[in-house]
């Protein structure tokens, strides 16, 4: 976890302790305060990286902790009384970037927290100079024509920072500098991936002539300019632009560039398409969290279900394991509680039905959470980025005993 500064504003004796005992367990460096006029004070001194205020005692003075340091805005999040929805909704129009309900488990305030860094670009590297392994999320679905690249191109936009603009470099440069946020996006659908076209970016170099540079699988430096910089932040690694250059990209090949480009990013977010083989197993193996995506019909839960069996038996995984339903369509042919009967797990997310928006976006290489970010599908994709660093969805007692079995019969 980086040491990234976090200054604690909390009248509370009690709130304080728990902010501070929960924020050194993660690793966080941290001051606090007693009022918001000494947070103001204390930013525009010796500026955070994010403050984390009592909701209480910062009524009123959240645009002034968000603006008092000089090096930029300040990310706020806002510890709420708990079950108060309406104080909820209040703070975060007031100007708070996130809400967290008093009572909260220290694992969603260190998830909210880094999605807050995360979001301002504001993530850093461990003290001694070197940086950990960025985290491998596997986007895959056994069944094509689900939203798979969709789903994998707007969660890591969001992660990215969605639309904050670079300050070198361009997009479809292939050597621009690389985001604060460091996400990096794959396409390992090496015959036909379209997550330059959902981008709407033109990759001078991408991962079939990045296999065969050894001299670039070598060095980080060089790796990095097969790359291609999205205005959102988000680096990519492009699907070759024919077919036949699959073949160039051996499994042999893959885990050099996995192994090279991994510690350079906080996210690497690869989308695997639809097909199994030696590279996309690697892939699942090797992944900290499974993004499998699905449609609510018989044949797309089949192909899950044939999916989770085949990999239970074959192949020794670590991952968080989410479901995702993407209705690609406005009438569902199957309800969410099937879903669960048939997988023994629930959705961490539904994407409804879009009508027009959804397609116009990859029509126009302009990711959905660009252009409509308010909208219920925008929402949904939110979620699945917030699964990803560790956010926990809201669950009925059901489902949370459900998960700790595990969607593949395992106990966590």
């Not at 880094?114 to 850093?124: E, F, H, P, T």
């Not at 409804?352 to 959905?368: A, C, D, F, K």
């Amino acid at each position: 976890m980086p040491p990234n500064p976090i200054l604690i504003c909390a009248r509370s004796d009690a709130l304080r302790t728990q902010l501070e005992t929960a924020l050194s367990a993660a690793g966080y460096q941290w001051a606090t305060v007693p009022t918001p006029a000494d947070a103001v004070a204390a930013l525009r001194s010796r500026p955070a990286d994010l403050v984390v205020a009592e909701g209480l005692a910062a009524s009123g003075a959240i645009g002034s902790m968000r603006t008092a340091s000089e090096s930029g805005t300040t990310p706020v999040l806002v510890v709420a009384p708990a079950r108060d929805v309406e104080a909820r909704i209040a703070f975060l129009e007031a100007g708070a970037d996130d809400v967290i309900a008093s009572g909260f488990a220290h694992s969603e305030l260190e998830g909210r927290v880094m999605a807050l860094l995360i979001r301002a670009g504001k993530v850093r590297t461990d003290e001694n100079g070197g940086s950990a392994a960025g985290q491998l999320v596997a986007f895959f679905s056994p069944k094509g024509g689900v939203g798979t690249t969709t789903l994998a191109v707007n969660s890591a936009v969001l992660l990215a920072g969605g639309g904050t603009p670079i300050r070198q470099g361009a997009a479809g440069s292939g050597n621009g500098a690389l985001p604060a946020s460091r996400v990096l996006l794959i396409d390992l659908d090496l015959q036909f991936g379209q997550v330059a076209t959902h981008l709407n970016v033109a990759p001078r170099f991408d991962i079939g002539g990045l296999a065969t540079d050894d001299q670039a699988m070598a060095d980080p430096e060089l790796a990095r300019s097969h790359l291609t910089m999205h205005s959102s932040g988000l680096a990519v690694l492009a699907a070759p632009t024919s077919p036949e250059a699959d073949q160039r990209v051996t499994l042999d090949a893959l885990q050099r560039i996995i192994e090279t480009l991994q510690p350079s990013f906080d996210q690497i977010i690869v989308d695997l398409g639809s097909r199994l083989d030696s590279r996309s197993l690697w892939i699942l193996e090797q992944a900290d969290s499974h993004i499998f995506v699905l449609f609510p019909e018989i044949a797309s839960l089949r192909a899950t279900s044939q999916l989770i069996a085949y990999l239970s038996e074959t192949t020794p995984l670590r991952a968080h394991t989410h479901l995702i339903v993407n209705h690609i369509f406005p009438k569902a042919l199957l309800k969410t509680r099937d879903i669960e009967n048939l997988l023994r797990a629930k959705p961490t997310a539904e994407v409804p039905y879009t009508e027009v928006e959804m397609i116009r976006s990859v029509n126009e290489g302009v990711p959905l959470v660009m252009t409509h970010p308010t909208s219920p599908a925008a929402a949904a994709m939110r979620r699945v980025a917030q699964a990803i660093i560790g956010v926990e969805v809201e669950r009925s007692a059901t489902a949370r005993k459900a998960q700790r079995r595990g969607i593949f019969g395992r106990r966590r």
